[in-house]
């Protein structure tokens, strides 16, 4: 069984930074890519940043420039350091994984949540 746990979510005033983590743990074959989701109150839920093993970077327009998404591949953790952090950033922020399981099959898997909250 494949586990995503978050960390790092909190609440922060307008213009400051947090540091999100997502560790992917149990067994598996390998990783193709990472990403991070947000979903705000009313809203649906939509993608803040991807990392593909070996791919390009890709970022919602909304946070470019502000976030960064980065892996540690011997670790199986991705990261999102979001800076310059505005009230509409506020949501819960979900940890994305798309893998190949020990069956070689596929699979995308979500991790709970971490609530991010700003201030102004």
């Known amino acids: 069984q494949v586990e995503l746990v978050e960390s790092g979510g909190g609440l922060v005033q307008a213009g400051g930074s947090l540091r999100l983590s997502c560790v992917a743990s149990?067994?598996?074959?390998?990783?193709?890519?990472m990403a991070w989701y947000r979903q705000a109150p009313g809203k649906q839920r939509e993608l803040v940043a991807h990392i593909p093993t070996g791919g390009i970077l890709k970022y919602a327009d909304s946070v470019k420039g502000r976030f960064t998404i980065s892996r540690d591949k011997a670790k199986n953790t991705v990261f999102l350091q979001m800076n310059s952090l505005k009230p509409e950033d506020t949501a819960v922020y979900y940890c994305?994984?798309?893998?190949?399981?020990?069956?070689?099959?596929?699979?995308?898997?979500w991790g709970q949540g971490t609530q991010v909250t700003v201030s102004s």
């Open positions: 149990g067994n598996f074959f390998s990783i193709l890519a």
């Open positions: 994305n994984t798309e893998i190949v399981n020990v069956n070689r099959g596929y699979a995308v898997l």
